[in-house]
């Protein structure tokens, strides 16, 4: 068994989709970034290379790279998945906690677990999204 810790952050802007986990959200802001910026999929990405010392998203997928402008987040998940399968591993299961202020994420973290389960071949059950503000401390 292999565990890995992921983490993603992207500055939220005027003119930006915000997705977490697959899911669009709707918001009057949305996440900076190369790809879709979808934090979510990036840090659980990142603990899947992680967890086998590949690197991070980033080394894969680099936003130097034009091919990865606008990248929807779950297919380089996927491939993540991919990466780790190859080298005789499954994904057990996950845990992940999304801070962010606004907008309110309870009635999307079903759907997010849901997309997460389906991209990295696990029963819903496996998988765990919590979101929590953090209490106005930035």
């Given at each position: 068994?292999?565990?890995?810790?992921?983490?993603?952050?992207?500055?939220?802007?005027?003119?930006?989709?915000?997705?977490?986990?697959?899911?669009?959200?709707?918001?009057?802001?949305?996440?900076?970034?190369?790809?879709?910026?979808?934090?979510?999929?990036?840090?659980?990405?990142?603990?899947?290379?992680?967890?086998?010392?590949?690197?991070?998203?980033?080394?894969?997928?680099?936003?130097?790279?034009?091919?990865?402008?606008?990248?929807?987040?779950?297919?380089?998940?996927?491939?993540?998945?991919?990466?780790?399968?190859?080298?005789?591993?499954?994904v057990?299961?996950?845990d992940?906690?999304i801070?962010?202020?606004?907008?309110?994420?309870?009635?999307?973290?079903?759907?997010?677990?849901?997309?997460?389960?389906?991209?990295?071949?696990?029963?819903?059950?496996?998988?765990?999204v919590?979101?929590k503000?953090?209490?106005?401390?930035?």
């Amino acid at each position: 068994m292999r565990v890995g810790h992921g983490f993603d952050a992207h500055r939220l802007v005027v003119g930006r989709r915000l997705v977490l986990g697959g899911v669009e959200i709707p918001s009057e802001r949305g996440a900076l970034g190369h790809s879709d910026a979808d934090a979510l999929a990036h840090a659980v990405a990142d603990a899947l290379l992680g967890s086998l010392a590949l690197g991070d998203l980033g080394q894969h997928f680099p936003d130097s790279e034009e091919r990865w402008k606008d990248a929807d987040s779950l297919e380089l998940l996927a491939a993540c998945v991919a990466l780790v399968r190859a080298r005789g591993y499954l994904v057990g299961n996950l845990d992940a906690t999304i801070v962010v202020e606004r907008p309110r994420l309870a009635a999307f973290t079903e759907t997010m677990r849901c997309n997460l389960a389906a991209r990295c071949g696990v029963d819903v059950s496996a998988v765990s999204v919590k979101a929590k503000s953090s209490e106005g401390m930035g």
